[in-house]
T-cell receptor, first 115, second 113 residues
Framework: GNSVTQMEGPVTLSEEAFLTINCTYT??????LFWYVQYPGEGLQLLLK?????DKGSNKGFEATYRKETTSFHLEKGSVQVSDSAVYFC??????????????FGQGTELSVKP | DGGITQSPKYLFRKEGQNVTLSCEQN?????MYWYRQDPGQGLRLIYY???????QKGDIAEGYSVSREKKESFPLTVTSAQKNPTAFYLC????????????FGNGTRLTVT
């Protein structure tokens, strides 16, 4: 079945450091891939998405490229800020119509950025 | 502003009682979902509905029930049969299609003692 695996956290970085959070997936067909962010006590917010191989999603300085050959969708940011401290979730959506919209999530990676 | 409203934010119940969590959306989305989040874990799908008056079980439906009588509303009932009901519950909605992102509410934290 479909699944998503993220690197374990917590990840602790200093402000302005480079961020990578690894995400790999297993899926049949051609899934869409997403990164969501969750701030304490809140729901999830969409950060970025990619719907086909080699697509790059980007938002607020974050980027991720859909790599079908390595089944990966790693999240990167060149210079993190304290305000980026949150939990980040990688997710995939099945390409089959009758499962459209159902997301499968990774376990989440907590990021803590120190000033 | 369009969005998803979950209420209440915090809910406390005694063991053996059923409890209903509210979820309302004004995004005109056809599909709605309930996820459960436990500390250190990802989100697990409880139920989802792609159209009014129809819904399907997700991966952990046992001990839960839902209804979808209106497009805007998708309430979740946590029954006394749910063995470990204490968790953070998230409701979401989306437009039709696999590439449509989910829009989430701010969640309800349920504590059962």
């Amino acid at each position: 079945g479909n699944s998503v695996t993220q690197m374990e956290g917590p990840v602790t970085l200093s402000e302005e450091a480079f961020l990578t959070i690894n995400c790999t997936y297993t899926a049949t067909g051609y899934p869409s891939l997403f990164w969501y962010v969750q701030y304490p006590g809140e729901g999830l917010q969409l950060l970025l998405k990619a719907t086909k191989a080699d697509d790059k999603g980007s938002n607020k300085g974050f980027e991720a490229t859909y790599r079908k050959e390595t089944t990966s969708f790693h999240l990167e940011k060149g210079s993190v800020q304290v305000s980026d401290s949150a939990v980040y979730f990688c997710a995939l959506s099945s390409s089959f119509y009758n499962q459209g919209g159902k997301l499968i999530f990774g376990q989440g990676t907590e990021l803590s950025v120190k000033p | 502003d369009g969005g998803i409203t979950q209420s209440p934010k915090y809910l406390f119940r005694k063991e053996g009682q059923n409890v209903t969590l509210s979820c309302e959306q004004n995004l005109n989305h056809d599909a709605m979902y309930w996820y459960r989040q436990d500390p250190g874990q990802g989100l697990r799908l409880i139920y989802y509905s792609q159209i009014v008056n129809d819904f399907q079980k997700g991966d952990i439906a046992e001990g839960y029930s839902v209804s979808r009588e209106k497009k805007e509303s998708f309430p979740l009932t946590v029954t006394s049969a749910q063995k470990n009901p204490t968790a953070f519950y998230l409701c979401a909605s989306s437009m039709e299609g696999a590439s449509s992102p989910l829009h989430f509410g701010n969640g309800t934290r349920l504590t059962v003692t």
